[in-house]
């Protein structure tokens, strides 16, 4: 069986960094998988490519045996990657449940946005995940750990089988990495999610 993700020989530069250079790495479906390493040794580089969010100078990305092609982050979700960067990319005037849906928004009859399924869905997975956010509030006035809760269920939410996490633990206080670590150390058992 081909790995979950795989990245062969994967290269990039900008202008005269060499920020990742001939990296080949496999992730396996059913595993937590962490790439570690110094600050500035090219570990979120090197996850963008994995995702789809920056294209390598050389080498390729494989998801489940197959190149991610195009090279993209469109692609990568629709292929069952998602990430969630270590900058949050939420929009901090939209409710927690409209960051979740933005570009999923699931459509009823006569084209119209369906909101009780948005929000059946996102509740859906954050049951899964153990977790309660406040659908109805926005952004700007969650904490950081809700925030970052709320980005895994937005991965989650597009059907993502490899979530990648860039530095999962780094904007949360020093009493969430705990709980946060345990809930992606069981995502494998618990549904054959593979995290890194």
Request: net charge positive; aromatic share 0%; charged share 40%.
């Given at each position: 069986m081909p790995e979950a993700l795989a990245l062969h020989h994967i290269d990039r530069r900008y202008g005269?960094?060499?920020a990742v250079a001939d990296v080949s790495l496999a992730f396996e479906a059913g595993r937590v998988h962490a790439v570690v390493g110094e600050n500035g040794a090219g570990k979120s580089t090197l996850l963008k490519m994995a995702a789809g969010v920056v294209t390598p100078d050389a080498g390729r990305v494989t998801v489940r045996g197959e190149p991610l092609s195009p090279h993209t982050a469109r692609e990568a979700i629709g292929r069952g990657v998602g990430m969630v960067h270590q900058h949050f990319a939420l929009i901090a005037v939209l409710t927690a449940l409209e960051n979740v849906m933005l570009g999923a928004e699931p459509v009823g009859r006569a084209g119209r946005l369906d909101l009780a399924a948005a929000?059946?869905?996102a509740e859906a997975v954050?049951?899964?995940m153990e977790v309660t956010l406040p659908w109805d509030a926005p952004v700007e006035s969650l904490g950081v750990g809700d925030r970052q809760r709320l980005e895994i269920v937005r991965t989650l939410v597009r059907d993502a089988r490899v979530v990648?996490?860039?530095e999962p633990t780094a904007v949360l206080t020093p009493a969430?990495?705990?709980s946060s670590t345990r809930r992606c150390a069981a995502w494998p058992t618990a549904g054959a999610r593979s995290s890194s």
């Open positions: 005269p960094v060499h929000r059946a869905r954050a049951r899964e990648i996490l860039d969430r990495p705990t």
